[in-house]
């Protein structure tokens, strides 16, 4: 028996040599990320106020406590939610009072219990318990588990610093099961989880099978670490050994009067540089780098720097450059065999070639092709550079948000390398490349820099004539580099960078275009890749024109070319399988077999049956495209309402063509009732809601829709208008009449109007499009009514309502036009 004192004397000892009974009743003691097991001594810091009373109460009394752990460490003062629900019961063996006013105990464990219900929270917890005894089944198989589970311990021991010898020597002469899994339990740094898992499980053959695994995982991982240190150590040993080895052999290479292998690489790397007609600056450079080469170990980190830094200088095409074929009958041909049409684009690559051979020193424009998807302006890249015999290299700078992706990184980064530029001219192997600048409009701009304004120096014919890449670091000649941008749009390109371009449109393709691109190109381009021969397939003017209108709604031919392609890829099929007997001809028929219904109708007749509806035209950077604006009205307090995603500008117009509308309200409706604006809401729809939209040049097709709307007079299904309105009624110019035209010829509306000041655009619209459609061009908001207006009822279920009014007067302005 050892001597005890009271809570507040110092330390206290206990004697716990004889078990003792588990009472009804025992106070709990939270536990943070700590296990206890039976019959293990657990040292404890007490801390918390309720914690330090439960202590002294208990030493005030048998000494008993309970020890559970918590389900959540994080939490300060666990409840009983917060708690498992078997623990282990346990008498205060020694409890020490530290200065700082915590605890110190050391806590015999006993029996395992499982909480049977809380009893108290305040001032601690209490809780009734009972006794969860093990269960032992003496078999064979249990003495293996001992066994195994003793042998494994041990090779951990072994390994592990943390891990006395002298328990290995308690648990390889411990013959209790139950015992052993809690003293081996106990003494590993495993997850609290696991280790609670081991404490709840009485069954003593399922615990030691448990723990068998997870000292078998846990051997695993310390053989990988000292694999892995054994490793880290011989290779250390090995550079020391190459070092010493390195510097005896050039102690002997010395003495016979060899060069070493370093000297050597070096040697090699300068008969490749006097090969090479460099600039004096380049040459000197290359120079010191090669000194300071020499001078480096193998070893070095910079010597792996310095040998990529002269291998990339050796690789560029300082003095290398192609002939360029300046026979311009030779180009007309390989550009007329590529493209159909497009003469204006065809004219401008013919004026360049002349000029080169008359000039061939001149300075070469920077050409931007500007046009929607699928027009080719790639393509027509690649055939330039064939015509010209030049070498072609493709660079795509959509999405680039960082300069260094063109200027390249500087070498005090690891890993650094040249930007695009520098490594498309190692590529092209000539210094008078065609390099083919795809999307030069999607470039952004982010805090690692402005990659548009890097290609200001690119593309600027007075400075490009000395480039400094980042990582080189040295000038080089970009003066014979041919330039070629593409593009979408140009609102997106910065304003100094699009001064720096000649701007060459390509405007969508027109029906009769896209047939004939169709039939010279996409269809055997597609024969032959889908494996079939002319003798298996031929395609009918008009089944490619069913496709055309019926499956396709594009500026370009790429969505044209992929329809092709599925005919073709399903007339494969069918020779594949040996069903076709003879040479099928594609008819409109066999389209729709093929395809499926058709994916595109005409939309305006449908659209514009009810008063309120307007046709318009919209310009987009893939093409033009027709928009149908939608009025109506409901009894309410004089508000607008606009829906359609609608940019600030397109909100203006609408409000501009209300007030237009609402101050000749008497003009358009005279039977109109003088109050009725003041007493219903006007709802403006422009359809496709998804998509955002903006600009001027919906505002006479908003007039007419609200006109429309206010006189009970439907719009004409036949025409298409664009136009921007003023207060006062002037119709003002707009862009993009070519692509609008296109798109009208698209959805089959015959008739376009369009400001007066536009009427010289018309020439840009190739003459046998001006053939197929009327333009109405107009200078006020009367002429685009008494145009675009019918006369007569409006229409109900087809027919023409009666109504008791008057007939509607026609404006005056309205009928002089």
Not at 695 to 707: C, E, F, K, V, Y
Request: glycine share 8%.
């Amino acid at each position: 028996m050892i001597e005890i004192g009271t809570p507040g004397d110092g330390p206290v000892e206990v004697g716990f040599g004889t078990p003792r009974a588990v009472p009804e009743t025992l106070p709990v003691l939270p536990l943070r990320d700590t296990i206890p097991f039976p019959d293990t001594l657990v040292p404890l810091a007490v801390g918390q106020e309720r914690s330090i009373r439960l202590i002294n109460d208990a030493l005030g009394g048998d000494r008993q406590i309970l020890m559970v752990a918590s389900r959540n460490p994080e939490v300060e003062e666990p409840g009983p939610g917060d708690l498992y629900d078997v623990g282990v019961a346990g008498v205060v063996a020694r409890m020490l009072k530290v200065p700082d006013g915590t605890l110190r105990i050391l806590v015999q464990g006993g029996p395992r219990v499982k909480i049977d219900e809380w009893v108290q929270t305040e001032p601690y917890l209490v809780a009734r318990v009972s006794e969860a005894p093990d269960v032992v089944d003496e078999t064979p198989e249990l003495l293996a588990l001992v066994r195994n589970v003793q042998a494994t311990f041990s090779n951990i021991v072994q390994d592990v610093p943390y891990l006395p010898e002298e328990l290995q020597v308690a648990v390889a002469n411990l013959d209790d099961p139950s015992a052993l899994a809690s003293l081996i339990a106990g003494a590993l740094r495993i997850k609290s989880e696991e280790k609670q898992e081991l404490l709840e499980e009485r069954d003593v053959s399922k615990r030691l099978r448990s723990l068998a695994g997870i000292l078998a995982r846990e051997l695993e991982v310390i053989s990988l670490g000292t694999k892995i240190q054994t490793q880290v150590q011989s290779e250390l040993t090995r550079t020391q050994r190459e070092y010493f080895l390195r510097e005896q052999m050039k102690a002997i290479q010395e003495e016979l009067g060899e060069g070493d292998e370093m000297q050597a690489e070096a040697h090699e790397l300068r008969e490749q540089v006097a090969a090479l007609e460099l600039p004096e600056e380049v040459r000197r450079q290359v120079d010191r780098e090669l000194s300071r080469l020499e001078k480096l170990p193998p070893a070095s980190a910079e010597h792996g720097v310095i040998r990529s830094y002269l291998e990339w200088i050796i690789s560029l095409p300082w003095d290398k450059s192609t002939t360029d074929n300046l026979d311009l009958e030779h180009a007309r041909k390989v550009l007329d065999a590529d493209h159909y049409d497009i003469d204006a684009v065809k004219e401008r690559i013919i004026e360049f070639l002349a000029v080169r051979k008359l000039k061939p020193d001149a300075r070469a424009s920077i050409l931007c092709f500007v046009g929607p998807p699928g027009v080719g302006k790639t393509s027509l890249g690649r055939s330039i550079a064939r015509a010209l015999g030049r070498a072609f290299e493709r660079i795509s700078v959509g999405g680039v948000r960082d300069e260094a992706e063109i200027r390249g990184h500087r070498r005090t980064y690891i890993g650094a390398m040249p930007g695009t530029i520098i490594r498309a001219l190692r590529d092209a192997g000539s210094n008078n490349p065609l390099f083919m600048i795809d999307e030069i409009d999607k470039m952004g701009s982010d805090y690692r820099g402005d990659p548009a304004s890097a290609m200001l120096e690119v593309l600027d014919p007075e400075q490009n004539s000395s480039f400094r890449d980042h990582y080189l670091d040295l000038p080089f000649d970009l003066s014979n580099v041919m330039f070629v941008t593409t593009a979408n749009t140009l609102d997106t390109i910065p304003g100094p960078l699009r001064d720096r371009m000649e701007i060459i449109q390509l405007a969508g393709y027109t029906e009769e275009e896209k047939l004939q691109i169709a039939k010279r190109y996409l269809v055997p381009r597609q024969i032959e890749r889908n494996g079939l021969k002319r003798s298996h397939i031929a395609f009918g003017d008009p089944a490619l024109r069913t496709i055309i209108r019926d499956y396709t709604r594009e500026a370009g031919v790429r969505n044209l070319e992929r329809e092709i392609g599925t005919v073709a890829r399903k007339v494969a099929r069918m020779v594949a399988e040996g069903k076709l007997e003879r040479k099928l001809t594609i008819t409109e028929a066999r389209v729709r077999e093929l395809l499926g219904r058709a994916r595109f109708a005409a939309e305006a007749l449908r659209r514009t049956e009810a008063p309120g509806v307007a046709t318009g035209l919209a310009w987009t950077p893939y093409g033009g495209d027709v928009l149908y604006i939608e009025a109506t009205a409901m009894p309410g307090s004089g508000k607008l309402t606009l829906t359609g995603q609608l940019g600030d500008v397109m909100k203006e117009s609408a409000q501009a063509a209300l007030s237009y509308v609402r101050a000749h309200e008497h003009d358009l409706a005279p039977e109109l009732p003088d109050a009725w604006f003041a007493t219903h809401d006007i709802h403006l729809h422009v359809p496709s809601g998804a998509t955002p939209k903006d600009g001027p040049s919906a505002g006479i097709t908003m007039a007419t829709a609200l006109s429309s709307l206010i006189s009970r007079r439907r719009v004409r299904d036949d025409i298409a208008m664009t136009g921007e309105i003023t207060l006062t009624g002037h119709v003002l110019p707009i862009g993009g009449l070519k692509e609008k035209a296109l798109a009208a010829q698209r959805n089959k509306i015959p008739c376009v109007i369009a400001p007066r000041d536009n009427e010289l655009d018309v020439d840009e619209i190739p003459e046998h499009l001006r053939k197929k459609l009327k333009f109405h061009f107009v200078s006020e908001i009367d002429e685009v009514l008494a145009i675009a207006l019918e006369d007569g009822a409006p229409r109900q279920n087809g027919r023409v309502a009666r109504r008791s009014s008057p007939r509607r007067r026609v404006p005056a302005a309205a009928r002089r036009a």
